[in-house]
């Protein structure tokens, strides 16, 4: 974060907000005077993501804001992905991370087949495979082992892991809820937004093969990166340390 952020971000935490105002009954009176509407695609997900946080204690949930007053805000600026912010986890059953399987490709065809070249990450280096999964034909995965200078993730067990898709197909990919022991910081790679996770482990949500989050593909995950690269949403889950892994974001070039 740049100094003027680090401030702002310590200004927000002084300053005292004042009661939220008692909004809820008169949206609630204006909504019930209105003719009822075919839920359009973008309400079904909000609905699906209400029926995750339903499950969360009362007083559990709260929004960036330190006195919870929006606890549904969505961290918007990528395609293809949102996080939200809650007190802690909300109590769901987990999977275990299985490495992801499927036809290991090149680079080039993994491009060829999303239709936008795959920026590589310079100080990573070339990764030890590239996959795309049987039933998710428009999402690509880089595999990175651990080695010296790339630590196992606790997660993962592997040093790095690069999920790139099309972002800009009005599709969600991933939804992320990340705890008060996550931080969530607002960063711009090449110009474009992007987000950092670090801390404590959060859960993300994977889109199931045909359409909708699934209970099946909740799990943790260690310290990740989200960033938008023109069509494309960058997904990098990496044993690193925020500072180290935003600089692997940041060496992201298009191979000439």
């Not at 310079?122 to 595999?143: F, N, Q, Y």
């Not at 993730?153 to 705890?179: N, P, W």
């Amino acid at each position: 974060m740049s100094d003027l952020e680090l401030r702002l971000a310590d200004l927000a935490e002084a300053i005292e907000w004042p009661p939220t105002p008692p909004v809820a009954a008169a949206v609630g009176a204006r909504l019930a005077a209105q003719p009822a509407r075919r839920p359009r695609r973008r309400m079904r997900r909000v609905l699906a993501y209400a029926s995750l946080l339903v499950l969360v204690p009362a007083g559990v949930v709260m929004a960036v804001s330190p006195d919870a007053r929006d606890a549904l805000l969505d961290l918007v600026g990528l395609q293809g992905a949102t996080i939200r912010r809650v007190v802690e986890l909300p109590p769901v059953a987990l999977t275990e991370f299985g490495p992801p399987r499927g036809e290991q490709v090149s680079l080039q065809e993994a491009a060829d087949l999303l239709g936008a070249p795959i920026p590589v990450l310079a100080l990573l280096g070339d990764p030890d495979r590239v996959i795309v999964s049987p039933d998710r034909p428009s999402e690509v995965t880089l595999v990175w082992n651990a080695r010296g200078d790339l630590p196992a993730g606790e997660q993962t067990g592997l040093g790095a892991l690069l999920t790139v898709v099309r972002g800009d197909i009005g599709r969600l990919y991933f939804e992320k809820i990340a705890a008060a022991g996550t931080s969530v910081d607002s960063v711009r790679v090449a110009g474009e937004p992007g987000y950092v996770l670090s801390g404590e482990p959060h859960l993300v949500l994977r889109e199931g093969a045909g359409g909708g989050f699934v209970e099946d593909r909740i799990r943790l995950a260690g310290n990740t990166a989200l960033w938008q690269r023109g069509p494309l949403l960058m997904r990098l889950e990496a044993g690193l340390a925020r500072n180290e892994l935003l600089r692997v974001v940041r060496s992201a070039a298009i191979r000439r």
